[in-house]
């Protein structure tokens, strides 16, 4: 069964750094691209990063060059980003997602970034 | 990197079909047959549905199909259902290894 697990979620200060983690089993890491994804409150669906299988095509959203890094460790089967100078309109549900046709066609559960003082 | 436009909500009574707009731009939606529709319940994930603007994935009923003319792609879903309600959300490949987002619809089942 397919399962892609997050974890690293936390509440935290402006200004500060979190790393997020995605543990994935169920079909083949490294035969996929995968990517990060938000949804703040109560509100939208918006891309954050992804990176292909060997990790040589990677991109941001705007809204977070610079200051978000994501990277992939396929012998570990996990997904990362590296979150730094966190704003409170990061605050979101962080989704992985695994990719498949330039779609998102597996996510998991999410995991909750609070950005406050 | 803009969003994608859709209406905020639609509704339909069940049997009914109803169409989601996802209006973009000839960097994104115009140029390539590259996007996909989400289904989201409260407190669930999403859930692709559409993928290379019509394609369905296994599972995906066939009562959900997808179509593109110039910048703007369409989610009909027909004989809808109870279990349809939900937000619906129409992503595109935006070159360069980026993707946007539509600001989501509500769909509504009378």
Same mark, same amino acid.
């Given at each position: 069964? $397919?399962?892609?697990?997050?974890?690293?979620?936390?509440?935290?200060?402006?200004?500060?750094?979190?790393?997020?983690?995605?543990?994935?089993?169920?079909?083949?890491?490294?035969?996929? !691209? $995968?990517? @990060?994804l938000?949804?703040?409150?109560?509100?939208?669906?918006?891309?954050?990063?992804g990176?292909? @299988?060997?990790?040589?095509? =990677?991109?941001?959203?705007?809204?977070?060059?610079g200051?978000?890094? =994501?990277?992939?460790?396929?012998?570990?089967?996990?997904?990362?980003?590296?979150?730094?100078?966190?704003r409170?309109?990061?605050? !979101?549900?962080?989704?992985?997602?695994?990719?498949?046709?330039?779609?998102?066609?597996?996510?998991?559960?999410?995991? $909750?970034?609070?950005?406050?003082? | 990197q803009?969003?994608?436009?859709?209406?905020?909500?639609?509704s339909?009574?069940?049997?009914?079909?109803?169409?989601?707009?996802?209006?973009?731009?000839?960097?994104?939606?115009?140029?390539h *047959?590259?996007?996909?529709?989400?289904?989201?319940?409260?407190?669930?994930?999403?859930?692709?549905?559409?993928?290379?603007? *019509?394609?369905?994935?296994?599972?995906?009923?066939?009562?959900?199909?997808?179509?593109?003319?110039? *910048?703007?792609?369409?989610?009909?879903?027909?004989?809808?259902?109870?279990?349809?309600?939900?937000?619906?959300?129409?992503?595109?490949?935006?070159?360069?290894?980026?993707?946007?987002?539509?600001?989501?619809?509500?769909?509504?089942?009378?």
């Amino acid at each position: 069964e $397919m399962q892609l697990v997050e974890s690293g979620g936390a509440l935290v200060q402006p200004g500060r750094s979190l790393r997020l983690s995605c543990a994935a089993s169920g079909f083949t890491f490294d035969d996929y !691209a $995968m990517h @990060w994804l938000r949804q703040a409150p109560g509100k939208g669906l918006e891309w954050v990063s992804g990176i292909n @299988w060997n990790s040589a095509s =990677i991109n941001y959203a705007d809204s977070v060059k610079g200051r978000f890094t =994501i990277s992939r460790d396929n012998a570990k089967n996990s997904l990362y980003l590296q979150m730094n100078s966190l704003r409170v309109e990061d605050m !979101a549900l962080y989704y992985c997602a695994k990719a498949s046709r330039d779609a998102f066609d597996f996510w998991g559960r999410g995991t $909750m970034v609070t950005v406050s003082s | 990197q803009s969003a994608l436009a859709q209406p905020r909500s639609v509704s339909g009574s069940p049997g009914q079909s109803v169409t989601i707009s996802c209006a973009g731009t000839s960097s994104d939606v115009g140029t390539h *047959n590259y996007v996909s529709w989400y289904q989201q319940h409260p407190g669930q994930a999403p859930k692709l549905m559409i993928y290379d603007v *019509n394609e369905r994935p296994s599972g995906v009923p066939d009562r959900f199909s997808g179509s593109k003319s110039g *910048n703007t792609a369409s989610l009909t879903i027909s004989g809808l259902q109870a279990e349809d309600e939900a937000d619906y959300y129409c992503c595109s490949y935006a070159g360069s290894y980026t993707w946007v987002f539509g600001g989501g619809t509500k769909l509504t089942v009378l």
